[in-house]
């Protein structure tokens, strides 16, 4: 398993990146995926997710913490085995590494994270 997150860089309050993970090892397509991030001196969190609950169907659902419900955008591309993270308006306290996450086998795998700031 092997997840490469790129798109993370400098910006301006109420600005937008958006954010890739090129997933491989495993069928993209059953998988829930993940983005965490984890700001200097915090906890790792959990930002979003993409649920798969049946592995037999294509039925996803997506979930947000709270903090940026309105503003963020998981998407999956099951052709490209990638996920995004669209974020748009974002603030100083967006200012994280963020990370790709699935858990595979029992085995919660990350990529090297990639760095995003927010600042004036």
């Known amino acids: 398993v092997q997840l490469v997150e790129s798109g993370g860089g400098l910006v301006q309050p109420g600005g937008s990146l958006r954010l890739s993970c090129a997933a491989s090892?495993?069928?993209?397509?059953?998988?829930?995926m993940s983005w965490y991030r984890q700001a200097p001196g915090k906890e790792r969190e959990l930002v979003a997710q993409?649920?798969?609950?049946?592995?037999?169907?294509?039925?996803?659902?997506?979930t947000y913490a709270d903090s940026v419900k309105g503003r963020f955008t998981i998407s999956g591309d099951n052709a490209k085995n990638t996920v995004y993270l669209q974020m748009n308006v974002l603030k100083i306290e967006d200012t994280a590494v963020y990370y790709c996450?699935?858990?595979?086998?029992?085995?919660?795998?990350w990529g090297q994270g990639t760095q995003v700031t927010v600042s004036s």
């Open positions: 996450n699935v858990v595979h086998a029992g085995r919660r795998y």
């Open positions: 090892g495993f069928t993209f397509s059953m998988y829930d």
């Open positions: 993409i649920r798969k609950p049946y592995a037999v169907t294509a039925y996803e659902y997506t």
